[in-house]
């Protein structure tokens, strides 16, 4: 459950706005204004700003009903949190995660609302005061207040409805990432820094929280599956996790029993499942040697041309509008180390490829759900279409994501396998670090020839090339 608190200077909406929003999707509504003890009310009813020090008092009595009141689903709050001290009380106190939702208009309108309303303790005259009081935070999802009402609501309700949706989805992908109760340490300090990075990325301090809440199971399967009610929406989540599942080959019997679960829980439909796990095993059991190895008598510059290539066509893939391609990214990285050390002399097989990307640094779980994740913030709700092979959207970010990594695991890669593998484990991932910070800076190089790349590809070349 999530608190969003409505969030600006008094005749921003949030009162009625939060009403409004909590009525259309069902959730609890709470008026912060009704917390103010007496000798506040009438403080700024005489024109009185509140210091700290007054509202002390406010956001004790307003948590404290925040958390007893028996919440339906999500709660919309109506507060004005003028301050990061308010704020940071707020977080502090209240039992659930807080999402704030600034709702920001010019001030001649604002203050010609406020003389609109006349009976209200808040006078027109304390508006300038309030702005001069307010701290733009940081963390706030900015909703523009100055259109009509039915405008504003609909974009709060836009603004809960990806935050939950959001949130319940990579719930459910952190829940498929630990399924088969096999994760080391190695990977669960890896999904737990990809959980904390989205979060400082996104402005949105919950998703940090998420890695916890699995990991201590104060979250189920069946709770964030009913968030899920956008039918596209369950069918992506589905499509994730099994994805998720799926990262470091073939589902376990664990991981099949978690599938289960979760297609019942979205009330899916059992044969188009069973679809989704045929494609995605297809990937996941796909061959290393397949084709002729590419490396063979390459000079040096030629492999750093024929790396370069790979993290091209990746981050390519991660623009194509289908989950299944992007799934696809993991095996071709896998492949192309697989022939980077073949080139060397060396034989290897999937077991070996895995424990040198996990020494590296580089769990095939935590990448694909810091793959899921970055689509999730970029947007991906707005258009997602769902179904393997439908439309997901444009993801610029996971573009330059998917090519830094494929970048940076050649290169070392290839100092790997041509130094004899005499790299320590310190020195590979630092290594790989060095490596990743190089590719990132250079990824905008390149945005030109991934672009020109994703409009030649489709599904059926992206499955050729993790075939052969």
Not at 405 to 429: E, S
Request: contains cysteine.
């Amino acid at each position: 459950m999530t608190v969003f608190v409505l969030m600006g200077v008094s005749g921003s909406g949030k009162s009625t706005v939060g009403r409004c929003v909590a009525e259309r999707l069902a959730l609890t509504f709470i008026e912060g204004d009704d917390f103010h003890p007496p000798g506040n009310v009438q403080k700024m009813a005489a024109g009185t700003p509140l210091t700290d020090e007054d509202r002390v008092p406010w956001i004790a009595a307003l948590t404290k009903g925040i958390n007893a009141r028996e919440l339906r689903r999500d709660v919309v709050v109506a507060c004005s949190a003028l301050t990061q001290f308010v704020r940071e009380r707020l977080r502090a106190a209240v039992a659930e995660p807080l999402h704030f939702i600034l709702l920001s208009a010019d001030p001649a309108i604002i203050q010609q609302r406020l003389s609109q309303r006349p009976q209200h303790f808040m006078k027109a005259g304390m508006l300038s005061s309030q702005l001069a009081a307010l701290q733009w935070p940081d963390d706030a999802t900015v909703i523009d207040a100055s259109a009509s009402i039915d405008k504003v609501c609909a974009d709060v309700q836009g603004a809960l409805m990806e935050t939950t949706q959001q949130q319940a989805i990579l719930t459910i992908a952190l829940l498929a990432a630990f399924a088969d109760g096999a994760k080391d340490e190695r990977e669960r300090e890896e999904i737990r820094r990809i959980a904390e990075s989205l979060a400082g990325e996104s402005g949105n301090a919950q998703l940090s929280t998420l890695y916890q809440d699995v990991l201590l199971k104060r979250v189920d399967l069946a709770k964030a599956a009913a968030a899920l009610t956008d039918p596209a929406h369950k069918q992506l989540a589905y499509e994730m996790a099994v994805c998720v599942c799926d990262a470091d080959g073939v589902a376990s019997p664990a991981e099949q029993q978690f599938l289960r679960e979760l297609r019942e829980a979205l009330r899916l439909d059992a044969g188009q499942a069973t679809q989704v796990i045929r494609e995605a095993d297809a990937v996941a059991a796909a061959p290393l040697a397949a084709g002729s190895p590419a490396t063979s008598s390459m000079s040096d510059a030629e492999m750093d041309k024929y790396i370069l290539n790979h993290a091209i066509a990746n981050g390519a893939i991660e623009l194509l509008p289908q989950s299944l391609a992007t799934m696809a990214i993991i095996p071709l990285q896998m492949k192309l180390v697989y022939r980077i050390g073949q080139s060397y002399g060396y034989e290897m097989d999937k077991g070996h490829i895995r424990e040198f990307l996990a020494t590296a640094g580089v769990g095939l779980t935590s990448q694909y759900v810091e793959q899921v994740g970055r689509k999730l913030i970029g947007g991906l709700l707005g258009v997602v279409a769902g179904g393997l092979g439908r439309g997901l959207g444009r993801a610029a970010t996971g573009a330059a994501f998917s090519f830094a990594t494929t970048y940076a695991l050649g290169q070392v890669a290839k100092r790997y396998y041509a130094g004899g593998r005499q790299m320590n484990t310190a020195l590979l991932q630092q290594t790989y670090q060095s490596l990743l910070a190089q590719a990132k800076q250079v990824q905008g190089q390149y945005a030109g020839e991934i672009q020109q790349k994703a409009q030649s590809l489709d599904a059926a070349q992206v499955m050729n090339m993790v075939k052969g």
